[in-house]
């Protein structure tokens, strides 16, 4: 069972930063796939960066330059570095394991969640 805890939310000003951490533990995968979502009010939840096992990464277009995915594997730590924070990125920001194809498939095929870390932009 794979457990995941979010933490590093908080206020900040449009332009500002903030990175944001997962600790996990439990890992059942030897070859994973960790992500980083996040859900706005009234809206659907959406990926935002993903890292496998390799250290493959990707992003979803909107934070591409901006946001950046990172882990280290000595302290079983995901991190989320995210710099010129936009009102648009306010969200509560989860992550997410999953299996290596889960960073091949769209954002899909994550089995495990945290309970999220909020994260408000304001201008």
């Known amino acids: 069972q794979v457990q995941l805890a979010e933490s590093g939310g908080g206020s900040v000003q449009a332009g500002g930063s903030l990175r944001l951490s997962c600790a996990a533990s439990?890992?059942?995968?030897?070859?994973?796939?960790m992500g980083w979502f996040r859900q706005a009010p009234g809206k659907e939840r959406e990926g935002v960066a993903t890292?496998?096992?390799?250290?493959?990464?990707d992003y979803t277009f909107s934070v591409k330059g901006r946001f950046t995915i990172s882990q280290d594997n000595a302290k079983n730590t995901l991190y989320l570095q995210m710099n010129s924070l936009k009102p648009e990125d306010t969200a509560m920001y989860y992550c997410?394991?999953?299996?290596?194809?889960?960073?091949?498939?769209?954002?899909?095929?994550?089995?495990?969640w945290g309970k999220g870390t909020l994260v408000t932009i304001s201008s």
């Open positions: 997410a394991a999953g299996p290596a194809y889960a960073c091949y498939s769209g954002f899909l095929g994550f089995d495990y």
């Open positions: 890292i496998d096992s390799d250290g493959t990464t």
């Open positions: 439990g890992y059942i995968y030897s070859r994973y796939c």
